[in-house]
Nanobody, 129 residues
Framework: QEHIVESGGGLVQPGESLRLSCIAA????????IAWFRQTPGKEREGVSC????????TYADSVKERFTISRDTARSAVLLQMKSLEPEDTAVYYC??????????????????????WGQGTQVTVSS
């Protein structure tokens, strides 16, 4: 069982940036496809972005395209989510999730929670003036 840990959340003003980090404590995320999800109270958890294990193919939700960038660090032990031009609507708890499916991010099903076997506890991102 991987212990997924997210970090980097916080309070920022509209237009500012944040970088979230996802690691597997004591292990590596290199062999997993990784997605970031977010959730606000009373709403479904939504897929934000995904990076495949096989070829690092990336996919984004329409609401964050051109603003968010998902990547792996050089050691391939962590997955980063660089968020810029943040909006109040981006306020949510952000979760990192890991899947054994090597090419998951090529498929529409990447947004399905059932595709992921490991989840972190989440990190709060608040965008407010």
């Amino acid at each position: 069982q991987e212990h997924i840990v997210e970090s980097g959340g916080g309070l920022v003003q509209p237009g500012e940036s944040l970088r979230l980090s996802c690691i597997a404590a004591g292990s590596t995320l290199e062999y997993y496809s990784i997605a970031w999800f977010r959730q606000t109270p009373g709403k479904e958890r939504e897929g934000v972005s995904c990076i495949s294990a096989r070829d690092d193919r990336t996919t984004y939700a329409d609401s964050v395209k051109e603003r968010f960038t998902i990547s792996r660090d050089t050691a391939r032990s962590a997955v980063l989510l660089q968020m810029k031009s943040l909006e109040p609507e981006d306020t949510a708890v952000y979760y990192c999730a890991a899947s054994d499916w090597q090419e998951l991010c090529r498929r529409p099903g990447w947004t399905s929670r059932s595709e992921y076997v490991h989840w972190g506890q989440g990190t709060q991102v608040t965008v407010s003036s």
